[in-house]
C-alpha cells in the first residue's frame, strides 16, 4: 500500500468526522439558542434556588426553635425539680424562663415567616416547572427530527472513531505529523488524489513520473502547486 494512500483513507474518516461534528454544533445552537426556552430555563433556575435557600432557612429557624424549648424544659425543670432552695437562684431561674419564652416567641415568628416562604418559593418553582415542561414539549415536538438526527450522528461518531484507529496503524508518526499540519492550512484538505492527470484539490496537471513517485510505499510526493500530499491509483 502506497504511504499517502493510507493517509487519503485517514482523510475520508476525518472529514466525515469534520462533518458530524459541525452539523452536531449547528444543531446544539438551534436547539439551546431558543430564547423561549433560556428564559423559562432561567426562570427555573431561580426558582429552585429560591426554593433551596428557603428550605434552608425553614430548617435553621425550626432548630433554633428546638433548641430554644430545650432550654426552657431544661431551665424549667431546674425552678420546679425542687433541687434549687435558694430564693435568689430561684428568682434568676424565673427570669431565666421569662427570657428564654420571650426569645422563643420570637424565633417562632421567624419560623412561621419561613414557613410561609418557602410555601412561595415551592408554588413558584411549581409555576416554572410547569412553564418549562410545556415549552420544552412544544420545542420537542417542533424539533424531533433535529433531536433523532443528533442522537444519530452522536453514534455514527462513536463509528468513525473507531474507524480512525483503524486508519492510523499503518501510518508513521512522522506521516501524521505532516498529514496534520497540512490539515490545519488546507481547510482539512491535506491528501488531494490525482485525477484525469491533475490534481483534484488545485487543478495543477501532474506528469506521469510524479504520479508513479506518489505510488510510493514510503515517502510521500506533494502537489507542485497547492503542495497538498497526492494519492495516485
Given at each position: 500500500?502506497?504511504?499517502?494512500?493510507?493517509l487519503y483513507r485517514l482523510q475520508q474518516v476525518d472529514r466525515q468526522i469534520d462533518r458530524a461534528q459541525a452539523r452536531l454544533e449547528a444543531i446544539r445552537k438551534t436547539l439551546e439558542n431558543d430564547s423561549e426556552l433560556k428564559a423559562a430555563l432561567t426562570r427555573m433556575e431561580t426558582a429552585q434556588a429560591n426554593h433551596h435557600r428557603a428550605l434552608h432557612e425553614l430548617k435553621f429557624?425550626?432548630?433554633?426553635?428546638?433548641?430554644?424549648?430545650?432550654?426552657i424544659e431544661q431551665t424549667e425543670?431546674?425552678?420546679?425539680?425542687g433541687g434549687v432552695k435558694n430564693p435568689k437562684e430561684l428568682q434568676d431561674l424565673q427570669k431565666d424562663v421569662e427570657s428564654l419564652k420571650k426569645h422563643l416567641a420570637t424565633l417562632e415568628e421567624r419560623e412561621l415567616e419561613a414557613m410561609i416562604g418557602t410555601d412561595s418559593a415551592a408554588?413558584?418553582?411549581?409555576?416554572?416547572?410547569?412553564d418549562l415542561d410545556?415549552?420544552?414539549?412544544?420545542?420537542?415536538?417542533?424539533?424531533?427530527?433535529?433531536?433523532?438526527e443528533r442522537s444519530a450522528l452522536a453514534r455514527q461518531l462513536e463509528n468513525l472513531t473507531e474507524e480512525r484507529?483503524?486508519?492510523?496503524?499503518?501510518?508513521?508518526?512522522d506521516q501524521l505529523r505532516i498529514y496534520e499540519d497540512?490539515?490545519?492550512?488546507?481547510?482539512?484538505?491535506?491528501?488531494a488524489a490525482v485525477e484525469d492527470d491533475a490534481c483534484a484539490a488545485c487543478g495543477t496537471t501532474i506528469n506521469a513520473a510524479v504520479q508513479q513517485s506518489a505510488r510510493s510505499q514510503k515517502s510521500l510526493i506533494h502537489c507542485p502547486s497547492c503542495g497538498r500530499i497526492l494519492f495516485a491509483n
Open positions: 500500500m502506497s504511504a499517502s494512500l493510507g429557624t425550626e432548630t433554633e426553635a428546638e433548641t430554644q424549648k430545650i432550654k425543670a431546674s425552678l420546679y425539680g408554588d413558584e418553582l411549581q409555576t416554572a416547572k410547569t410545556g415549552i420544552q414539549s412544544r420545542l420537542g415536538n417542533e424539533h424531533k427530527s433535529l433531536i433523532e484507529e483503524a486508519a492510523l496503524s499503518p501510518i508513521s508518526i497540512l490539515r490545519r492550512q488546507k481547510r482539512g484538505v491535506a491528501v
